[in-house]
């Protein structure tokens, strides 16, 4: 009875363990995800606050600064608007990496539950 409890042990860890490493592959996953999204993002804001610096730097004038003033404040709104969007994809990413997580291990503690149920019954029958 001894040796049976100790299979059950040995792949419930063994599943569990393997269920650690998926997890950590999944979250590597969405931090990679993460990451290329706010680079893109950032790289998108300098390229388009440089082009608008190189334009303002042409300024002589106070007409030229009325004229480039509306750019500068599209800029910032587009910015704006660009990174908050990146953070809702990148939370929204997170979300589901967070439900696929749980999901991975409800699978993992309900197949444990299972075996260790069966191991038990079949333990009783036994005696």
């Known amino acids: 009875m001894f040796e049976q409890f100790n299979t059950q042990f040995v792949n419930a ?5 393997d269920s650690a490493l998926k997890a950590n592959s ?3 996953q969405n931090f990679e995800r993460a990451v290329g999204v706010q680079l893109k993002t ?18 002589r ?12 404040l599209a800029l910032v709104k587009s910015s ?4 908050y969007n990146a953070g809702q994809e990148v939370f929204g990413q997170t979300l589901k990496t967070g439900e696929a ?10 197949a ?3 075996g260790l149920v069966k191991g038990a019954t079949k333990a009783a029958k036994g005696r």
Request: proline residues 2%; negative net charge.
């Open 80 to 83: 704006s608007e660009q990174f």
């Open 42 to 59: 950032f790289e998108s804001g300098v390229t388009a606050t440089v082009a608008f610096l190189g334009e303002a730097a042409e300024v």
């Open 13 to 17: 860890t063994r599943q569990f363990a």
């Open 112 to 114: 444990a539950n299972d």
């Open 61 to 72: 004038d106070l007409e030229g600064v009325k004229a480039i003033w509306p750019k500068g």
């Open 26 to 28: 999944l979250a590597l």
């Open 101 to 110: 997580i749980g999901q991975l291990y409800k699978s993992q503690f309900e």
